[in-house]
Structure formats: structure tokens, C-alpha cells
DNA sequence: TTGACATATCGACACTCATCAATATATACT
DNA sequence: AGTATATATTGATGAGTGTCGATATGTCAA
């Protein structure tokens, strides 16, 4: 996948609060799915949790470990950082120079 | 708005090929919005593309200046900086001791 | 003022997707 | 074997939204 697929689907998942509320759940800790739906407060019913971790997992953003019946999920915080590293690449000027204007306006400065 | 709150509307934002298309085109230039269009090739009509950047615009991603008929904008690339760096604090351990070894796994100490 | 141009807004449509109840699958325990 | 637990999957539904044609608004030029 190239880089502006990865960093649209990261958006995809962090665009949605259920979804990003899982993640800042999952970050540093291994979690069961049954964890989830109680660290979610029983507002969200736990198909809607599965179907979320599978969009993650899909998306590279979570390791999955099976433990006997359960299922723990953590945060890839590696990918995280991954993805925003590309997105401020590709939407930062490559070096200062890179600063364009548009000569038919009078005064433009690029903020 | 919270932090939380901003980086979802910025996952919201780039999680839209059209809208990252638009966000990398606007990335150290002025465009205007027929500029857009060109730049799209034609693929995006223009009430689509000033529909996305009203929604640039109301997340705070882009800024926009009048000149005569036409409307100018360019990405906020300040603001791209931050919504990444809320997303890495959010989603990062806080200390160097909650970080969990990925290549360790076997172990799970799970409460 | 009239006409031409640039952009925003409106209304409608199609499509994606978040959600959940019901069910299936898988594993553990007795 | 059978029962209980944990999670995934299915199917349906509703909300959200990306898209565009048509139209409105605003600006400049003659």
C-alpha cells in the first residue's frame, strides 16, 4: 500500500470517536474485548467492538495475541507514529525553499 | 474543542482521498478554488471541492484569503503539525516505563 | 446597468458505515 | 459427551456524507 492509502485509512480510524477511544484504550495495556466493552462503559455492545478491532487490525494499528478463550489486543504505537510521520511529511514543505507564491496575487505570504 | 475532538475532525479530514488530495495541493501554495478543480483534473466538480474546503476550513486546516472574485487557500500546515503531535501524546506511553515490549509477548500480565 | 466570471449554497441521490440483535464459531471446563 | 464463556460473523437498519446539477450570491469589467 502506498503512503497515501496508509495515512487515509489512519484517518479513517481515528476519525471515529468509538474507534479513537478504543486506540487511547489500548495504548501501553494488552486488552481483552470484554475489557473494551466494560472500559467503554457498556455504551457500545460488544459486536461493535469486534467489528472496530477488526478495522484496526486491518489497518495495522493493533497487535492481537489469542490466550486461551480471549483475545488481547494493544496499540502498534509504532504505526502510529509511522503514519503521522507521513502525514507531516507529505503535507510539509520538503525544505524552507519549497515556500511557493503565487505571483498573480500581490501579497500572499504562506503563514 | 478538546484534544480529543481536534484530532478526530483531522482524522475526519484526511481520512477523504478527495480531501487529502486537496490537503497535499494546498500544501505550501495559494490555490484558488478553480485552481483546485484544474488541479483535480477535472475529476471533482466544483461545488464538491468547496464543499471540502469548508470542511478544511472549519477544521481550522487551512487559511483563506479574498482577492477580487476569487478565494485563496492554503494548507495550515501549523495546524497539521499539532493535530499529529496531539495524536502521538494521546496514543504514545507518557513514561518510558509503560511502554510494553512487542517482542516479548508470552508474558501477559492481564488483571 | 448589464454581462461575465468565481464561488457558495441548496436539494437530491447514492453510498459508506456505525450500530446492534441474533447467530455461529471456538475454546475451556466438568 | 455436554455446558459455559469469549469472540467473530451475519443481516438489517439508520445516520452520516460525498457527489453533482441547479441556483444563488458576490465581484469585476465595460
Request: with cysteine.
Given at each position: 500500500?502506498?503512503?497515501?492509502?496508509?495515512y487515509i485509512n489512519f484517518g479513517k480510524a481515528i476519525g471515529d470517536e468509538t474507534r479513537a477511544t478504543i486506540m487511547e484504550s489500548l495504548?501501553?495495556?494488552?486488552l481483552?474485548?470484554?475489557?473494551?466493552?466494560?472500559?467503554l462503559g457498556?455504551?457500545?455492545k460488544q459486536p461493535t467492538v469486534s467489528h472496530h478491532l477488526k478495522v484496526l487490525e486491518e489497518?495495522?494499528?493493533v497487535y492481537v495475541q489469542q490466550v486461551g478463550?480471549?483475545?488481547y489486543?494493544?496499540?502498534?504505537?509504532?504505526?502510529?507514529q509511522v503514519c503521522c510521520n507521513v502525514v507531516v511529511t507529505r503535507l510539509q514543505a520538503l525544505t524552507e525553499g519549497d515556500v511557493i507564491p503565487l505571483?498573480?496575487?500581490p501579497v500572499l505570504d504562506i503563514p
Amino acid at each position: 500500500m502506498d503512503e497515501k492509502q496508509l495515512y487515509i485509512n489512519f484517518g479513517k480510524a481515528i476519525g471515529d470517536e468509538t474507534r479513537a477511544t478504543i486506540m487511547e484504550s489500548l495504548c501501553c495495556v494488552w486488552l481483552s474485548v470484554n475489557d473494551l466493552v466494560e472500559t467503554l462503559g457498556e455504551s457500545v455492545k460488544q459486536p461493535t467492538v469486534s467489528h472496530h478491532l477488526k478495522v484496526l487490525e486491518e489497518a495495522g494499528l493493533v497487535y492481537v495475541q489469542q490466550v486461551g478463550r480471549n483475545r488481547y489486543y494493544t496499540l502498534n504505537r509504532r504505526a502510529v507514529q509511522v503514519c503521522c510521520n507521513v502525514v507531516v511529511t507529505r503535507l510539509q514543505a520538503l525544505t524552507e525553499g519549497d515556500v511557493i507564491p503565487l505571483d498573480s496575487i500581490p501579497v500572499l505570504d504562506i503563514p
